[in-house]
């Protein structure tokens, strides 16, 4: 299984950006995807995950501002919009798949991406 993140990069203050994950080889094990992040010296946390039946949970210091969709046509596509970036958004962004549980932790995961670095300038 391979996945592989794109659409990082830098903006300012109030910009929008759209991740993508491409998740190739999957075959299914799990119920939930999901896009985690981490900034320098702090520990990876979840910001928005989907499972199977298409719910959706954020967390709260993105919630109304970020969107986790998949492309109905092909489920090997994961996105993130975000819009109304903070600098404190600023972290690199990974994708996750085979997911389970609550689906809210990292360890609760399979499958990673190598991440994309979102930067947000003031």
């Known amino acids: 299984v391979y996945l592989a993140e794109s659409g990082g990069g830098s903006v300012q203050t109030g910009g929008s950006l759209r991740l993508s994950c491409g998740i190739y080889?999957?075959?299914?094990?799990?119920?939930?995807m999901g896009w985690f992040r981490q900034a320098p010296d702090k520990e990876r946390e979840v910001i928005a995950h989907?499972?199977?039946?298409?719910?959706?949970?954020y967390a709260d210091s993105v919630k109304g501002r970020f969107t986790i969709s998949q492309d109905n046509a092909n489920y090997s596509l994961l996105y993130l919009q975000m819009n109304s970036l903070k600098p404190e958004d600023t972290a690199l962004y990974y994708c996750?798949?085979?997911?389970?549980?609550?689906?809210?932790?990292?360890?609760?995961?399979?499958?990673w991406g190598q991440g994309t670095q979102v930067t947000v300038s003031s």
């Open positions: 989907i499972d199977d039946s298409g719910y959706t949970r």
């Open positions: 080889g999957y075959t299914g094990t799990g119920y939930c």
């Open positions: 996750a798949a085979g997911g389970w549980g609550s689906c809210l932790q990292s360890t609760e995961y399979n499958h």
